[in-house]
Antibody
Framework: EVQLVESGGGLVQPGGSLRLSCAASGFTFSTYWMNWVRQVPGKGLEWVAN????????YYVDSVKGRFTISRDNAKNSLYLQMNSLRAEDTAVYYC???????WGQGTLVTVSS | QAVVTQEPSLTVSPGGTVTLTCGSS?????????PSWFQQKPGRAPRTLTFDTSNPHSWTPARFSGSLIGGRATLTLSGAQPEDEAEYYC?????????FGGGTKLTVL
């Protein structure tokens, strides 16, 4: 059974940093692109970033470029999102998503507030 | 970055058929955009209905189908059920970059 389990969310002050993790299981993690998607409570979905199988290609939505870094550790079957210089508008539930095949984690809430 | 468009809201009668569409500001949506469709109910994580244009997930009811029609990605619901009332999102790929549509709130009434 495919499982994606996010962790690392929480309350952080504006300008602060947070690192999200996603533990993957039930499939060969190293053979799939992986994505981070976020959703402000009550709003729509926003694609944030993705990374290819070996980590050599990474793409970001414009609003997080230069602040967020996506990475992966295939040996640990894990996906990460390092978030720096956080802003109030980054407050959202962050989902780890394997788009090919259609699997989502349950999400982790990030709240940026003083 | 590209803008993906969806109908803000649609209404379908129980047992009826409705088609949700997904367009792109860059032109026609093709299979190279690898369209995916997701359903989200209040308080729940989204779940995938179809990916790569028309591939259903293992849990996707047969009444949902994805395709390309008239330069748009489409999700057709045939035989709507009350439990299909939800928000529906499409996702398109642009050579690495991805973008969601704004979502369609589907009411079954």
């Amino acid at each position: 059974e495919v499982q994606l389990v996010e962790s690392g969310g929480g309350l952080v002050q504006p300008g602060g940093s947070l690192r999200l993790s996603c533990a993957a299981s039930g499939f060969t993690f190293s053979t799939y692109w992986m994505n981070w998607v976020r959703q402000v409570p009550g709003k729509g979905l926003e694609w944030v970033a993705n990374i290819n199988q070996d980590g050599s290609e990474k793409y970001y939505v414009d609003s997080v470029k230069g602040r967020f870094t996506i990475s992966r550790d295939n040996a640990k079957n894990s996906l990460y999102l390092q978030m720096n210089s956080l802003r109030a508008e980054d407050t959202a539930v962050y989902y780890c998503v394997r788009v090919n095949g259609g699997y989502w984690g349950q999400g982790t809430l990030v709240t940026v507030s003083s | 970055q590209a803008v993906v468009t969806q109908e803000p809201s649609l209404t379908v009668s129980p047992g009826g058929t409705v088609t949700l569409t997904c367009g792109s500001s860059t032109g026609a949506v093709t299979s190279s955009h690898y369209p995916s469709w997701f359903q989200q109910k209040p308080g729940r994580a989204p779940r995938t209905l179809t990916f790569d244009t028309s591939n259903p997930h293992s849990w996707t009811p047969a009444r949902f189908s994805g395709s390309l029609i008239g330069g748009r990605a489409t999700l057709t619901l045939s035989g709507a059920q009350p439990e299909d009332e939800a928000e529906y999102y499409c996702l398109l790929s642009y050579s690495g970059i991805r973008a969601f549509g704004g979502g369609t709130k589907l009411t079954v009434l």
